[in-house]
């Protein structure tokens, strides 16, 4: 597969009809200009470079972090919802998201995608229910 748009300079600025047909599968857009042997293909899970993707795990789960810990707030008088939207906060999100990519990309399960789905949302309600008890005390 070629690079994606690699040698179509042209096809939006000369005169000449053109047929595009754009394709969408398993994370991967295709596009074909004028014949089926012209195409160019771009994965789009592999746009996030690998040594930045601790960045958009936290930009994803850091406000699920947020939410979790209101929620653990509000149902702190009744024990078993408390926990329930720990384990099923922490838990569920990150094995969704670890699902969709591992069905769009065709990859086997990552464990470490996996943790760092749990450890973002957790640190997030540990240091917010920290601050929260640090406030509760002062006054």
Known sequence: MCIFMQNWYNIFTDTKPHHLIITYSRATIQVYVDNLQNFSSLNLLELIPKNQR??????????????????TVLAK??????????????????LILEGILVSESGKNLSLKSLLLGMLFPEG??????????????RN
């Open 54 to 71: 601790i960045f958009y795990y936290a930009l994803t789960f850091i406000p699920l972090g947020f939410g979790l810990t209101i929620l």
């Open 77 to 94: 008088r009744r024990l078993i919802f408390s926990n329930l939207f720990i384990f099923g906060g922490i838990l569920i999100p990150s």
């Open 124 to 137: 997030t309600m540990l240091i917010l229910r920290a601050r929260a008890a640090k406030l509760k005390m």
